[in-house]
Nanobody
Framework: QVQLVESGGGLVQPGGSLRLSCLGSGSTFSISAMGWYRQAPGKQRAMVAGITSGGTAMYTDSVKGRFIISRDNAKNAVYLQMNSLKHEDAAVYYC????????????????WGQGTQVTVSS
């Protein structure tokens, strides 16, 4: 069974930094895209950043220049370095991974972590 486990959330002051980690475990054949979504109270879950297996990154406009996504394919891990945090970055952050299990002919499914809370407050 595949699991994604996030860590690194917490309370930070505006202008501060946090680094989120997401480690995948279980048997996988391949992982293509990985990334992060976030959901603030009363809002829909929205994409923050994604990264391909080859390392191509993409960001939503509001975090460009402040957040950096990276991954370690050997560890089935994806990271999100968040700098210059703002009040509006506060949310539950979820990692995701598009995973194929078993063989190249297996369907690719999206797996989600349980979420980690990021609070930005002075």
């Amino acid at each position: 069974q595949v699991q994604l486990v996030e860590s690194g959330g917490g309370l930070v002051q505006p202008g501060g930094s946090l680094r989120l980690s997401c480690l995948g475990s279980g048997s996988t054949f391949s992982i293509s895209a990985m990334g992060w979504y976030r959901q603030a109270p009363g809002k829909q879950r929205a994409m923050v950043a994604g990264i391909t297996s080859g390392g191509t990154a993409m960001y939503t406009d509001s975090v460009k220049g402040r957040f950096i996504i990276s991954r370690d394919n050997a560890k089935n891990a994806v990271y999100l370095q968040m700098n210059s945090l703002k009040h509006e970055d506060a949310a539950v952050y979820y990692c995701y991974a598009n995973i194929r299990i078993g063989s190249a002919e297996s369907p690719e499914d999206t797996y989600w972590g349980q979420g980690t809370q990021v609070t930005v407050s002075s």
